[in-house]
């Protein structure tokens, strides 16, 4: 089946078959492997992408429903080979460890940013309700993305909210 | 297997009154992908196509029309949470949504697959229940001996389900979930509610749900309440509920009269749980006594909520 579809920006015309899903075709065949494959199910969010804008699982989604879709994945988020804000903060947070669950906390984060510049503490705990972090324990994920909304810090610093004891 | 993904409703139409019997109808696909690991190799030998409803935007629109506020089948969870209609006037639809699932699921899942696949565990479809929905089902035509156009109807969700069905996947994979009373093949079309469950004045609604620490998708017990005050006095109020027992509950609370606000209520819903027979619906899970503990549980905490406390 001929499938015309958007990845990261670049018109698509992809001969697949309608049954494959997106995550298989996206490190197999394309050989984008920062989308990582966990748990298969949905629940671990490593395999998490952008589909028309919105987070969405790339191991339940595919490649027959992607007809005319806009998909991004990690790759399509830097740009020109820059960190984005985020990543940024992820690093200056020490916010990962084995890195496995990254990209996927990456894809959301940056989307809850695009909608809400500062969001709650609450709201980032909701966002993130989709994927599993077997080594950070989450407070420093959270930290980072909560960070993105402060004033930029001097370099090699953290943006993290300072809070009161 | 074939994929047929139709641009346009008269074409899907076409395709089930032609192919009904061997077609498996899906859009998000959420339920069926996480359920047949191996898809589509999990599937029944009978199953001869996928009908990919997903891109049919005229099933996708929610709006009010003809005195309902009509969810189109295809909507995404996360667009329901996203109508200040419905945030406004139906509170429980928001929250049983937000219960649902994670929120990458939530961008795919739609409306029709939540009812299509009828999950006992499923928050949102006790809250449609509770507040009265109707589903709008197109069914297939008859081409055989009868001879009839596909014709469509209108369905109370509460009797769009009949019993029990076992899932059974490839992978081993079991789930019980309800059963749909139609057995020919149907295509969910959407689902109403009536205009006076939404905003006629003094008119209260809340979803909760107990979820088990180590399961993100099904929740333990999911209960929905619907009903009406009038100068703050309460008139009616229904409760559905299910989960774990693997039944639907749907009873009226005895209320009537009492004031909210007053702390009376809880001593009468304590006294409605503790006589309940729980059991006469219980197929697994805890016991009765213990289910009433729960629902006692989840009611207090609701209209403590609503009494904002």
């Known amino acids: 089946m001929l499938i015309e579809w958007t990845l990261n920006g670049r018109p698509m015309r992809s001969e697949v078959s309608p049954f494959q899903r997106l995550l298989d075709y996206l490190r197999t065949d394309l050989k984008l492997l920062g989308t990582k494959e966990g748990c298969r199910e949905g629940k671990c969010g490593a395999c998490t992408v952008w589909v028309d804008g919105q987070i969405a699982n790339a191991c339940l989604m595919l490649m027959g429903q992607l007809a005319h879709k806009e998909v991004t994945t990690i790759e399509g988020i830097n740009e020109k080979d820059r960190f984005t804000p985020l990543q940024e903060a992820f690093l200056t947070n020490s916010a990962l460890e084995c890195g496995f669950c990254i990209p996927g906390m990456l894809m959301t984060g940056t989307a809850l940013l695009h909608q809400n510049t500062n969001p709650s503490r609450l709201e980032i705990r909701e966002s993130l309700k989709g994927h599993l972090c077997a080594c950070t324990g989450y407070q420093k994920i959270l930290d980072s993305i909560e960070g993105v909304g402060l004033p930029p810090a001097s370099e090699g610093q953290a943006r993290m909210r300072v809070r009161k004891p | ?309």
């Not at chain 2, 009978?46 to 099933?59: P, Q, R």
């Not at chain 2, 693997?246 to 009873?251: I, N, P, V």
């Open chain 2, 1 to 309: 297997m074939e994929f047929l993904s139709p641009q346009y409703l008269s074409e899907a139409f076409e395709i089930l009154d032609r192919r009904g019997k061997e077609l498996k109808i899906a859009a998000g696909m959420t339920h069926i992908l996480r359920f047949h690991t191996d898809f589509p190799q999990g599937l029944s030998p009978s199953l001869k196509a996928i009908l990919h409803i997903g891109n049919l935007e005229v099933l996708s629109d929610i709006r009010e029309e003809n005195q309902k506020y009509g969810i189109g089948s295809t909507a995404t969870l996360s667009s329901l949470a996203a109508d200040s209609y419905l945030a406004r006037y139906a509170p429980a639809i928001l929250d049983a949504v937000l219960a649902t699932s994670t929120p990458q699921i939530r961008n795919r899942r739609t409306v029709g697959g939540e009812i299509g696949w009828g999950s006992f565990h499923s928050p949102l479809i006790v809250t449609l229940m509770a507040l009265g929905a109707k589903v709008r089902v197109r069914f297939q035509a008859d081409t055989g001996e009868n001879n009839h156009p596909g014709r469509e109807d209108s369905v109370d969700l509460m009797e769009f389900y009949e019993g029990q069905l076992e899932r059974t996947s490839s992978c081993e994979n079991k789930q019980v979930t309800r059963s749909p009373r139609s057995k020919g093949q149907h295509l969910i079309m959407k689902v109403a509610i009536p205009d006076e469950m939404l905003h006629r004045g003094g008119t209260f609604s809340f979803f909760r749900g107990l979820r088990p620490k180590i399961s993100m998708e099904n929740s333990g017990v999911v209960l929905a309440v619907h009903g009406y005050t009038h100068q703050g006095v309460i008139q009616s109020a229904h409760m559905v509920a299910s989960g774990l027992w693997l039944d639907t509950l749907s009873t009226k609370l005895p209320l009537e009269g009492v004031r909210m606000g007053d702390t009376y209520i809880f001593e009468k819903l304590y006294s409605f749980c503790d006589r309940y027979s729980f059991d006469k619906y219980r197929r697994e899970g805890p016991s009765g006594a213990q289910l009433g503990l729960v629902v006692f549980g989840l009611l207090k905490e609701g209209f403590s909520h609503l009494m904002g406390n």
